[in-house]
């Protein structure tokens, strides 16, 4: 058996506000395969789908092991991971998920999905990991829409190049019938609707991603979803600040989850925390014992972020030592009625901040999903999943170059027994936005900007 380098994360577990679980990495059994054994070609240009799939029914044959790919460009379609298996990514190495649509929905039994499949899935799955010094890039230009106002002349023109249409205002590009390649929906709104992630794990056990490059996904880069003892370390996460829904880790409803040592440049939420929406989000529980230190974000919508879905509700989630520079907003706590929840013990230190475009802290509970298409609704009539925000301790935040220090609006009972203390904020806008019915108490905080001329 395979114990991985740096998988003692004791330390990590040491004097924290509230006890959790430690996370274990991983063990697994010392077996080896190389892609290039099973017809794998890193050439760019071969496809290489056939080629995972036998490495990795070969290894779970063998009970498991390591799937190494060597350096090269390995273009492939889904790579489905099952029990005790590691892909392996060595420098140098890429896997590059094919631009072609089709090569990313799952076919059994004669039958194919009616939607795309996350190009690294793995569902029900105990002990496995992706690990390395090697990237896995999600060729998401070939499936996210544009928006005219984020890209120049240039890029735009770029994009124009590849076919794909615009929509009659001009606003919006849409990947949707391009010269190379066919549609798989029957108009380009329907076929924005089908994106998918990159890395989507689901109730899985013992996941280990560790050390490797993760970039341009259609959508979200790394979700693991209703998992247990999930370690995210050392990871690269990268894609065009412009990127629609382009967020960087998006954890769902999961236990005992540490995130460290990582780097996030992404088009939306860097680092965010997710519940789901209404009664579904209730049954699959909440996100709990949740470990986030020493990582860095830097373009995102927000650094640390908790929404908008939330009603499995938030507990026992420390944040501790990060740093976020050049994102939109700092920590931010998002929501609505229908998809809110409970959050408990939150607890979150030594936030380190610059340049951030709008709020350093904000809490919202009117929040719109402002995505492609998107089209804003009336207040919710029932009053069924509430956003509760409570409970939440933040202190030790250095920001400097806030536009707004720190943000609350919520009816009365939706933002509540929540302390901020020891921390400074340089903002150049407003000190505070906080709606009477918002309880947030401020404890040794400075609120600094320029002194008036």
């Known amino acids: 058996m395979t114990a991985f380098a740096g998988n003692n994360y004791a330390k990590y577990y040491q004097g924290l506000p509230k006890p959790m679980p430690e996370v274990v990495a991983p063990t697994i ?7 290039t054994e099973c017809g794998g070609i890193g050439d760019g240009i071969t496809m290489n789908t056939i080629a995972f799939q036998k490495a990795i029914s070969k290894l779970s044959k063998l009970g498991g092991g390591h799937l190494n790919v060597p350096a090269g460009i390995y273009l492939t379609g889904l790579i489905s991971l099952k029990d005790n298996i590691d892909l392996h990514i060595e420098c140098n190495a890429m896997i590059l998920l094919s631009p072609d649509k089709k090569d990313h929905f799952k076919t059994e039994d004669g039958t194919t999905d009616n939607k795309p499949t996350p190009g690294i899935n793995a569902s029900n799955r105990k002990n496995i990991s992706i690990t390395g010094e090697g990237t896995i890039d999600g060729n998401g230009k070939w499936w996210r829409a544009v928006k005219r106002s984020k890209v120049s002349d240039a890029e735009w023109n770029q994009f124009k190049l590849m076919g794909g249409t615009v929509s009659a205002n001009g606003e919006l590009w849409y990947p949707y019938n391009l010269k190379n390649f066919d549609n798989i929906a029957n108009s380009a709104e329907a076929q924005e609707n089908m994106r998918t992630h990159l890395i989507r794990l689901t109730a899985c056990e013992n996941v280990l991603i560790q050390g490797v ?32 829904n382009g967020d960087g880790i998006d954890v769902g409803n999961c236990s005992n989850v540490l995130i460290i040592n990582s780097t996030i440049d992404a088009g939306d939420d860097g680092i965010c925390m997710k519940g789901g929406a209404g009664k579904a989000g209730l049954e699959n529980g909440p996100c709990e014992n949740i470990n986030i230190q ?26 501790n030592n990060n740093t976020f520079s050049g994102t939109d907003t700092g920590l931010r706590f998002k929501s609505a009625i229908g998809r ?82 020891n921390s400074t904020i340089f903002y150049t806008n407003k000190a505070t936005d906080i709606d009477a019915d918002c309880d947030i108490k401020l404890d040794n905080v400075k609120l600094v900007t320029y002194p008036t001329r």
Do not use: L
């Open 213 to 244: 490059t993760i970039q341009n996904s259609p959508k979200f880069h790394i979700v693991p979803q209703r998992c247990n003892n999930v370690i995210i370390d050392g990871v690269t996460v990268r894609c065009p600040w412009n990127a629609q």
């Open 294 to 319: 020493d990582n860095k974000v830097y373009h995102a919508h927000g650094g640390f972020v908790i929404g908008s879905e939330f009603s499995g509700g938030m507990m026992n989630i420390f944040v």
């Open 29 to 35: 059994p010392d077996n080896n395969v190389s892609i």
């Open 340 to 421: 809110g929840g409970i959050t408990e013990s939150i607890y979150i230190s030594n936030i380190y901040m610059s340049d951030i475009k709008d709020d350093a802290i904000v809490f919202e509970t009117t929040y719109f999903d402002n995505h492609v298409g998107s089209k804003k609704k009336g207040m919710a009539a029932a009053m069924d999943f509430v956003p509760n925000f409570k409970d939440i301790h933040i202190s030790n935040v250095i920001c400097r170059d806030a536009r707004n220090g720190i943000t609350a609006h919520g009816e009365k009972g939706m933002i509540h027994d929540i302390t901020i203390a």
